[in-house]
């Protein structure tokens, strides 16, 4: 509903409020995440949304007669009644360095430094308005009801409206890792893929999805209230989607984080969950009664949250990804060593035409080994054993036995020198 106020209540309106510490345990995390602030927000609700601006602060719609809200990081909460927003519902950053916000028969745009002098475009085709967000052509889209809409920030009266992609009555919108738009069709239950050329692709799902959001390796995660039991899900095209129950926790909006897992705001456990893309999942409790709704991902690896019972925005921060673990060290490298325990005498006598030499030698221990032995040191190495039984003629010989461990060779081979006399 448009209000006509005077100019001197459109003014902004400046809310400071002291962040309430409230560290809380955590399941299986890597970081350790915790609530740091609670920030009072006057006329924040369900179905209001919440985003990151281009100036890095935080941004949500409003159901009151102000119409949308900047938290800065410091918990500094200001207010504005723009006279082009009317009970504005949806709210992204743009490619164009503005804020864009769905409401009823259109959108509008308007800078971080002065939302007051916002524009307003009409598109009859949204309805029933609901998330936007930014598309993988540049372009900004938004899904209402059955229609799914994309227009181009320099001119959103040349939009594009889809009217065949196979979604019933849409809930929000988002930008896949695929290419492609995703939306969470509570009215067809199911979740389903659109391509930048308006082609749909369903995924049944039950239930409700409410939200979706798009994360690593083209998965995208979706929440769905409404089904029985309620769950949260995952989508790999081309694959059905997985689900993991959360009963009675009333998911609704969902945000992938620095932590490379998704969150979801649970609205009726006063939590919120994390479910990691290969479905590990766990929960963050918040405080009682306080009713989490919506969910973004913010600078400094945080996530900001509506509390739609209490009018506030919480935000958690240290929600970051473990650290890799440590390179291993290299071993250090021994050196290979061979050594002849047994040698044949320098000289050895024979009555026959060959002599019979034993030899016996050991090295690092898992070592094979190889041995040459030669008139001339040219011969080739061959794998050998100990003891090595040498058969031969009579002469001079060299013998030449080396560890060989894992491919490497030991440089330094044992040698024995002898000489085979006949009598």
Request: charged share 15%; proline share 11%.
């Amino acid at each position: 509903m448009q209000f006509n106020t005077p100019m001197s209540v459109r003014l902004p309106v400046i809310v400071c409020v002291l962040a309430i510490a409230v560290p809380v345990g955590v399941g299986p995390v890597a970081a350790d995440p915790v609530v740091d602030g609670r920030f009072a927000v006057g006329g924040v609700g369900t179905n209001n949304q919440i985003t990151i601006g281009p100036d890095a602060n935080v941004w949500v719609t409003l159901d009151a007669t102000n119409d949308v809200a900047r938290i800065a990081p410091d918990g500094t909460v200001t207010q504005f009644n723009p006279v082009n927003l009317n009970s504005p519902t949806g709210i992204t950053a743009g490619p164009d360095g503005n804020l864009w916000v769905t409401q009823p028969g259109g959108v509008a745009r308007f800078s971080p430094t002065n939302p007051d002098a916002a524009v307003a475009f009409a598109i009859a085709d949204i309805a029933d308005p609901r998330a936007i967000t930014v598309g993988p052509d540049g372009n900004l889209w938004t899904a209402s009801g059955d229609r799914v809409i994309k227009f181009p920030a320099a001119n959103p009266a040349g939009f594009t409206s889809y009217a065949a992609t196979g979604v019933l009555g849409a809930r929000w919108i988002t930008s896949g890792t695929d290419g492609n738009l995703w939306v969470a069709d509570f009215g067809g239950q199911q979740i389903v893929r659109v391509t930048t050329g308006g082609v749909g692709t369903a995924f049944p799902t039950g239930g409700g999805p409410q939200g979706v959001v798009g994360g690593p390796g083209s998965q995208v995660a979706y929440s769905n209230p409404t089904a029985v039991p309620q769950t949260v899900g995952r989508v790999q095209a081309p694959g059905s989607p997985q689900t993991t129950d959360t009963p009675l926790s009333d998911p609704f909006g969902v945000a992938y984080g620095g932590d490379g897992a998704y969150w979801f705001a649970q609205f009726a456990t006063n939590d919120l969950g994390r479910l990691t893309p290969g479905g590990e999942y766990s929960r963050l409790p918040l405080d009682a009664g306080t009713g989490p709704r919506q969910i973004t991902a913010g600078p400094g690896n945080t996530l900001w949250v509506t509390l739609d019972l209490t009018e506030q925005v919480a935000r958690v921060s240290r929600v970051s990804a473990a650290p890799p673990p440590p390179e291993p060290q290299p071993q250090p490298v021994v050196p290979l060593q061979t050594r002849i325990t047994k040698a044949p005498k320098k000289v050895v006598p024979t009555k026959r035409s060959k002599a019979r030499v034993k030899v016996r030698f050991t090295g690092t221990p898992g070592a094979s080994f190889q041995c040459r032995l030669a008139k001339k040191p040219l011969k080739k190495w061959r794998t050998c054993a100990s003891p090595k039984v040498l058969k031969v003629k009579p002469g001079r010989y060299r013998l030449r036995v080396r560890a060989v461990l894992d491919g490497v060779k030991d440089t330094t081979p044992a040698k024995a020198r002898f000489r085979v006399m006949r009598r």
